[in-house]
């Protein structure tokens, strides 16, 4: 069992940044590639950025490549997703996500642990 706690989510202005953070208890995150997703009401949650389980790999949505950078440190037992250029378009709950798999998943399903999540406001 892991347990995901995301934090670092608030109120920003267009173009800013922040820092998401998902500290994780239970098993040690080394064991799972670690994914990050967002979600608007009304909408289903889409992929943001993955990482594979040593960091040597990541992923982007179109969306957020350029702008937004996932890292991990497993001696922290922590995942990160620094974000700039903030756009109000991002505003969304931000969720963290595990997966024991080998690859760089973007589905929801292919994701066995998730976190409450954490809220991103990007204000115009």
């Known amino acids: 069992q892991v347990q995901l706690v995301e934090s670092g989510g608030g109120l920003v202005q267009r173009g800013g940044s922040l820092r998401l953070s998902c500290a994780a208890s239970g098993r040690p995150l080394r064991h799972y590639s670690m994914g990050w997703f967002r979600q608007v009401p009304g909408k289903e949650r889409e992929f943001v950025a993955v990482?594979?389980?040593?960091?040597?790999?990541?992923s982007y949505a179109d969306s957020v490549k350029g702008r937004f950078t996932i890292s991990r440190d497993n001696a922290k037992n922590t995942v990160y997703l620094q974000m700039t250029s903030l756009k109000p378009e991002d505003t969304a709950v931000y969720f963290c996500?595990?997966?024991?798999?080998?690859?760089?998943?973007?589905?929801?399903?292919?994701?066995?642990?998730w976190g409450q999540g954490t809220q991103v406001t990007v204000s115009s």
């Open positions: 996500a595990a997966d024991l798999g080998v690859g760089l998943g973007q589905g929801e399903h292919e994701y066995e642990y």
């Open positions: 990482i594979s389980w040593n960091g040597g790999s990541t």
